[in-house]
């Protein structure tokens, strides 16, 4: 009864590390939106979206998060857990908490902190190891396909997203190349440090 319960316990905190981490995703997510440097390549993919279909960034968020999971399940099926299916709402929720006043706050202030954000959020989300959000899933399954690095299969997907985004009238700009260039690299810095803390203090 014991065990059962530790294990209980161990979920619940499991599932709390990965709501905060994505939620704390989303936030970074809707910095770089603010910043109007040019979104990150996902945010271009989501805006342009939104445009075409006439709905919410949150939305267009759900609905892109619908279409990597359903893809996830046919090349990357072990990384989809119930967190998994909840991630896009939570991400949605972390977009929604960004108050409105942050929009008069100067862009190079909100795009590195939401970038910085952004890379934090997922590789805690990752650290949590009770599923993946949509976005990664997918990527994890290409990172298997192909044998590459986190870093090399999100430069490509995420160059693709923005490719896509522009042609549906989403804005690029010196942002969006810094993030494409930049968030797989901090997200492997943030995650091979945060398993090196975890790992020290479980000494």
Known sequence: ?????????????KWMIFFIGTAVMGFGMQLCNLADLGMDPLGIFQTGTARRLGISFGGANILICIFFIAVSFVINRKDITVMTLASPFICSLGIGLVPDYFAGLHSLVLFPTGLTLMAVGIAVSIHADCGKTAYDCFIYGFMRIFKKSYAAVRFCTDACLAAFGVLMKGSIGIGTIAACVCLGKMMEFVLRNLEKYAGELKK
């Open 1 to 13: 009864m014991k065990i059962e319960k530790d294990k209980n316990i161990i979920y619940i905190k």
